[in-house]
């Protein structure tokens, strides 16, 4: 903690040098600016979202890694109907919220969705940080996926480019660097760099080593951020000029908690003008060196909620923090934190044990039952049909957040078969 709070008067210091529109701006100046947009309505007619952008109402931006690129602190995570909700993105984008984020292999054609924004609206394109991923991991696929992903959204050239949710840096090489300065020099792509949800800390640091990785998407959070591991594996990246963007800030398990401080901290945070997701969100960006948030922004509600949370001003106070980690550690067994080298090691059947318990928390926790359910079926139907015969107690025992696995890959195995 002692560490987050130096950093934060870095912060303050370089907000100095930040470029003209990263201002805060409190949340009832927001909300007033929201209503005159009738953003809350979700109807928001045109005239009335100009008028928004007219008060000059921004997400702030931090820098991204050593990259010269600034980026806003909340990223639009494309996985939701974006062809269908094209005056959501457009209002993303009048409110700042100018990094974009989607992949391949999003469901509701995600891709296609910017796409189609970019077709109407091409002038917005150099307005955004647009990031894609690729879940192939040969050079031969990756630029196939690459020319896919340009065509469906319009565009001749990718801001950040990603190997998709990596679980160890040896899923990159040296024909995986080549590729990445071939695509940079013809222009396709300006950074590289992978996400992860398994092992992060261990990929970022090693990631840090090689010299060649731009930035990184890692599941980071409330529950994590505070592990010497991955106070480490940060500072490792900062050095190595290493853009990072967090995801999977809710913390949300595969089991639903509804512990009495869980409680405590609604009320409290509610008190304070705030929810306890943004909070969490707010503890995040407390950390200068997490350049942005990727957040699945579905709806309007939630985009209000989430850019209403980044502009403002207001800091969490130490209670505020100590209750975030009374919290964590209250539920610490709810929540599967990634480390699977932990636990499919202790076991001689191949079982995708962290998988399972994202897939769960997206039904659970997202409540996107139908998104968790399209990944569980994706995992070869041998492996699937074998999961609950398997025997866990070698794992659970290994497992640090004593997490039962065994009964959570059953009822995975009712829930999303
Ligand atoms: S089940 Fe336990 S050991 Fe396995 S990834 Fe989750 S937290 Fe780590």
């Known amino acids: ?36 947009a009738g953003a809350g309505s979700l109807l928001a007619p045109a005239a009335h979202l100009a008028e928004a952008a007219d008060q000059n109402l921004q997400v702030p931006q931090r820098p991204f890694g050593k990259s010269g690129i600034y980026v806003s602190i909340l990223s639009l995570g494309g996985m939701f109907n974006i062809k269908s909700n094209q005056i959501m993105i457009k209002q993303a984008l009048r409110w700042g919220v100018t990094y974009w984020d989607t992949a391949d292999c999003y469901q509701d054609g995600s891709e296609k969705g910017i796409g189609k924004y970019f077709k109407k609206y091409p002038e917005d394109r150099k307005k955004v940080f647009l990031v894609t991923k690729s879940d192939s991991r040969s050079p031969k696929g990756m630029s196939k996926l690459l020319e896919r992903s340009l065509d469906r959204m319009n565009t001749d050239y990718i801001d950040l480019y990603f190997v998709h949710g990596i679980d160890s840096i040896y899923e990159l090489d040296q024909h ?50 505070h592990s010497d ?21 809710q913390g949300g398990g595969s089991v639903r908690t509804d512990t009495d401080t869980e409680l405590k901290m609604a009320g409290r945070f509610m008190q304070k003008g705030f929810t306890d997701a943004q909070a969490k969100l707010m503890a995040v960006w407390q950390n200068p060196d997490i350049a942005s948030i990727c957040s699945q922004m579905p709806n309007m509600s939630i985009l209000m909620a989430n850019t209403a949370a980044a502009m403002d001003k207001t800091k969490l106070s130490s209670t505020d923090r100590n209750l975030l980690q009374q919290y964590a550690r209250q539920t610490l067994s ?63 025992k290994k497992c640090p957040r004593k997490i039962a696995i065994a009964e959570l890959m059953r009822e995975a195995a009712e829930e999303l078969s």
């Not at 940060?234 to 990072?244: F, M, N, S, T």
């Not at 409540?367 to 609950?388: C, Q, V």
């Open 176 to 225: 995986t660097r080549t590729w990445a300065e071939k695509a940079k020099a013809a222009g396709k792509i300006r950074l590289f760099g992978f996400s992860t949800h398994r092992n992060m800390e261990k990929c970022m640091l090693e990631a840090a080593q090689l010299g060649w990785i731009d930035g990184i998407m890692m599941t980071y959070n409330y529950r994590l951020m």
């Open 334 to 396: 709810d929540y599967c934190a990634g480390c699977t080298e932990i636990c499919e090691s202790a076991i001689n059947e191949k079982a995708p044990i962290g998988d399972v318990m994202r897939y769960l928390m997206y039904s659970r926790s997202y409540g996107d039952r139908s998104h968790a359910s399209a990944e569980y079926r994706k995992i070869p139907k041998n492996i699937r049909e074998g999961l609950t015969k398997v025997d866990y107690s070698l794992a659970e």
């Open 229 to 249: 591991r991955m106070q480490r594996a940060v500072d490792a990246c900062v050095k190595a000029g290493i853009g990072l963007t967090a995801m999977k800030t």
């Open 1 to 36: 903690m002692r560490k987050l709070e130096k950093r934060n008067k870095k912060s303050m210091e370089e907000e100095a040098i930040m470029p003209r529109n990263y201002n805060r701006w409190s949340r009832r100046d927001f909300f007033k600016t929201a209503a005159i």
